[in-house]
């Protein structure tokens, strides 16, 4: 039985494995984003997935299977990673409000024991209901916006500014459910043997 670690932090990451049924430990990654140059963008957040899942593999125990995601906003071409305080989160919200715009993650799968890994990425379009300013206050000031890329959360308040999806919605969350699987599949391991 193989050992899963998710490598982050992310209470939605570690929500979405649990609903899974996974048995998994939790490992943050030591690895500073702010260090690598935003690239293309699902060149970037499949770098991102692997290095956080990379560092994590080097501590790991050699029987296990180390998941790494990242996740952007990308609006017009340009990355909108977490907001640094809460101006950046009215600017972000400000350019997203009546737009469309894409969610790219990308996720890494690495096993220890045979040096296999899966690295692939999703990407979602959302389309964002137009905000007036009074509205843009208000959600800043519940304090989500401040640690999600793009200053919003699909699956919390920020659920009622959305006003459509193409493609996947747990993509927006932070990690692709249907790329797991595959990613599972593809290194050998039958999701359904090792449910609990």
């Known amino acids: 039985m193989k050992n899963i670690i998710l490598a982050s932090k992310s209470p939605r ?4 494995l649990e609903r899974l049924n996974l048995d998994f430990d939790i490992k943050v990654s030591q690895v500073d984003e702010d260090s690598f140059e ?6 970037f957040v499949e770098k ?14 050699n029987d296990s299977l180390v998941i790494g995601c990242d996740t952007v906003v990308v609006y017009e071409d340009k990355i909108l990673g977490k907001p640094r305080d809460t101006g950046q989160a009215r600017e972000y919200l400000e350019k997203l409000s009546g737009k469309k715009h894409l969610v790219y993650s990308g996720i ?10 899966y690295i692939s990425h999703e990407v979602t379009e959302v389309y964002m209901k137009e905000l007036n300013e009074e509205e843009i206050t208000c959600y800043i000031s519940t304090g989500e916006p401040l640690d999600k890329a793009g200053a919003y959360g699909i699956q919390g308040v ?39």
């Open 13 to 16: 990451r570690k929500e979405l």
């Open 38 to 43: 935003q690239d293309i963008p699902w060149k």
């Open 48 to 61: 991102l997935a692997y290095e956080k899942a990379n560092s994590v593999s080097k501590i790991a125990d």
């Open 108 to 117: 890494a799968i690495l096993d220890k024991n045979s040096d296999e890994n």
């Open 158 to 196: 920020g659920s009622i500014l959305i006003e459509k999806i193409n493609g996947d919605y747990y993509n927006v969350m932070g990690l692709p459910l249907n790329k797991l699987y595959k990613g599972l599949s593809k290194l050998g391991v039958n999701y359904f043997q090792i449910v609990k």
